[in-house]
């Protein structure tokens, strides 16, 4: 089965460094979805992103829908300690409701 | 209100031994999933459910099995369980046609030796 592949797996940042990271499909989607996901507990939705070339913020995160409809973005500004865990971006194809396909996660620390 | 609880926890089992992996949202959702989680792989999709009475295959399939008799309940069972099967498994479920907020429950850390 397809993978999405992410971009970088891991990071070690300063606290107050910006963070990107990224998520590329070989396949198109229509639906982006951003997740982050605190050791020993199930994922949590983050953005969600429906059209091409959008562009959505969420405190000081924000997502964009790549135009080639193939990659998505995830940028953090001005990082703080809690946002250490695993980001994973997800994709959706059109007619499938319920199956997301994940991406293979970056694993973001902060240091203070 | 729960949300999407799962049990157990943790469980250990040894090679051939079924078992069950309960599932359950208290939102009245339709669409149900099990996933599961390796190091490195990210989620992958095993089988999903998009209402009561009806189940279909994910990714990963092979060696799993769904039912979905409530709307509430979405239980899958390891007929016999092999070691590549270790892993975290995840259940979650979301509305239908409402927004694509996927709630994920804790997670059920399996191991076979």
């Known amino acids: 089965g397809q993978q999405l592949n992410q971009s970088p797996q891991s990071m070690f940042i300063q606290e107050g460094e910006d963070v990107s990271m990224n998520c590329t499909s070989s396949?198109?989607?229509?639906?982006w979805l951003w997740y982050k996901q605190d050791p020993g507990e199930g994922p949590v939705l983050l953005i969600a992103?429906?059209?091409?070339?959008e562009l959505t913020s969420n405190g000081r995160l924000t997502a964009q829908f790549g135009i080639t409809r193939k990659d998505s973005f995830l940028n953090i500004s001005a990082s703080i300690p809690s946002d250490v865990g695993i980001y994973f971006c997800a994709g959706r194809y059109t007619g499938t409701a319920s199956k997301l396909t994940f991406g293979t996660g970056t694993r973001l620390q902060v240091t203070l | 209100n729960a949300g999407v609880t799962q049990t157990p926890k943790f469980q250990v089992l040894k090679t051939g031994q079924s078992m069950t992996l309960q599932c359950a949202q208290d939102m009245n959702h339709e669409y149900m999933s099990w996933y599961r989680q390796d190091p490195g792989m990210g989620l992958r999709l095993i089988h999903y459910?998009?209402?009561?009475?009806?189940?279909d295959q994910g990714e990963v399939p092979n060696g799993y099995n769904v039912s979905r008799s409530t709307t509430e309940d979405f239980p899958l069972r390891l007929l016999s369980a092999a070691p590549s099967q270790t892993s975290v498994y995840f259940c979650?479920?979301?509305?239908?046609?409402?927004?694509?907020?996927?709630?994920f429950g804790p997670g059920t850390r399996l191991t076979v030796l």
């Open positions: 459910s998009v209402g009561a009475g009806i189940t």
């Open positions: 992103l429906y059209k091409a070339g």
């Open positions: 979650a479920s979301r509305t239908r046609g409402g927004p694509d907020t996927q709630y």
């Open positions: 396949s198109i989607f229509n639906t």
